[in-house]
């Protein structure tokens, strides 16, 4: 009975930035679990954005390095997601993710417009 929801997403002008927010509920492990982003365009398939292990240790992919940031906070079980400098391409549905057990949120849009 995990529980994640996102929030934050919308409609941005290319080279604009939004904070995407996940959070966690019903779980007393949030501070050891690996979360993740992942992004699903329309047709598409979906692809990891961004990891970050309990302790802090991140990845990106190689399609946001640079632009993307993943953090986390235990206290409030709250995973985020800061996307800077935008690009139409980024527009997808974007899902907060437990790695293991493979868990999903309802996944948040994110359009950007040119």
């Known amino acids: 009975q995990v529980q994640l929801v996102e929030s934050g997403g919308g409609l941005v002008q290319a080279g604009g930035s939004l904070t995407l927010s996940c959070a966690a509920s019903?779980?007393?492990?949030?501070?050891?679990?690996?979360m993740g982003w992942y992004r699903q365009a329309p047709g598409k398939q979906r692809n990891m954005v961004a990891t970050?292990?309990?302790?802090?240790?991140?990845r990106y992919a190689d399609s946001v390095k640079g632009r993307f940031t993943i953090s986390r906070d235990n206290t409030s079980k709250t995973v985020f997601l800061q996307m800077n400098n935008l690009k139409p391409e980024d527009t997808a549905v974007y899902y907060c993710?437990?790695?293991?057990?493979?868990?999903w949120g309802q996944g948040t849009q994110v359009t950007v417009s040119s």
């Open positions: 993710k437990i790695e293991t057990p493979s868990t």
């Open positions: 019903r779980t007393s492990l949030f501070s050891m679990l690996t």
């Open positions: 970050i292990t309990g302790t802090g240790n991140t």
